[in-house]
C-alpha cells in the first residue's frame, strides 16, 4: 500500500469512505463527489498508478469484479444504463493516482452524452494511415496473442 495515496488508505480503512464490496482484488466505494447519485469507484486493491502498470492476472482478478458491480449500481440506482470509465493518466484527467473505474448511473433523458461527446470532432484519416496503425499495433500486440 502507497502510504500517501487516498485510495489505498480507503481499501485499509485507514479513512472513512462508503465501501460496498471488499476482496482481496479489488475495492468498490462511493465517489465522496458524485455525478450523479451512486456514482461508484472500483479499484484494484494493490496500488497501480495506470491500468498498463497491472500485472494481466491481478488485471483479470479486478475487473472481475466490473459487470456484477455495474449491475448492482444500475438496479439499486434504477437506472438503465452506466457509464464506466477509466481516466487514464493526467492527460485524459485522472488526479487521483491509483487505478479507478468510474461507474456512473445513466437514466433516460438524463441528457448526458456518451463518451464520444467529449470530442468535439472526429480524426478523417486515410486509409493508409489506419493500416499502418493497426499493423503496429498488431506486431506489438503479437507476442501476447501467442
Ligand atoms: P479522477 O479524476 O478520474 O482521478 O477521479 C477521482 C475521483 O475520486 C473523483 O470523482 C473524486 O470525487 C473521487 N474521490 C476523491 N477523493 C475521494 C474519497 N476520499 N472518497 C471517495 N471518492 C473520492
Ligand atoms: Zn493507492
Same mark, same amino acid.
Given at each position: 500500500m502507497a502510504d500517501d495515496c487516498i485510495f489505498c488508505r480507503i481499501a485499509a480503512g485507514k479513512i472513512p469512505a462508503h465501501v460496498v464490496y471488499q476482496d482481496e482484488s479489488a475495492c468498490a466505494f462511493l465517489d465522496v463527489n458524485p455525478l450523479v447519485a451512486g456514482h461508484t469507484l472500483l479499484i484494484p486493491a494493490k496500488h497501480y498508478e %495506470? @491500468? =498498463?502498470? /497491472? +500485472?494481466s492476472e491481478e488485471a483479470a482478478r479486478y475487473l472481475a469484479n466490473l459487470p456484477r458491480i455495474i449491475a448492482t449500481v444500475t438496479h439499486v440506482m434504477d437506472a438503465e444504463g452506466a457509464t464506466v470509465a477509466w481516466n487514464d493518466g493526467p492527460v485524459a484527467g485522472? =488526479?487521483? +493516482?491509483h487505478v479507478h473505474a468510474h461507474i456512473v448511473p445513466r437514466h433516460a433523458k438524463d441528457g448526458v452524452g456518451p /463518451?464520444? *461527446? @467529449?470530442? *468535439?470532432? %472526429?480524426?478523417? @484519416?486515410p486509409p493508409e494511415e489506419t493500416e499502418r496503425i493497426a499493423d503496429r499495433m498488431s506486431r506489438a500486440l503479437r507476442p501476447r496473442l501467442r
Open positions: %495506470r @491500468l =498498463e502498470d /497491472i +500485472p485522472q =488526479e487521483v +493516482p /463518451i464520444h *461527446s @467529449l470530442f *468535439s470532432g %472526429r480524426a478523417r @484519416l
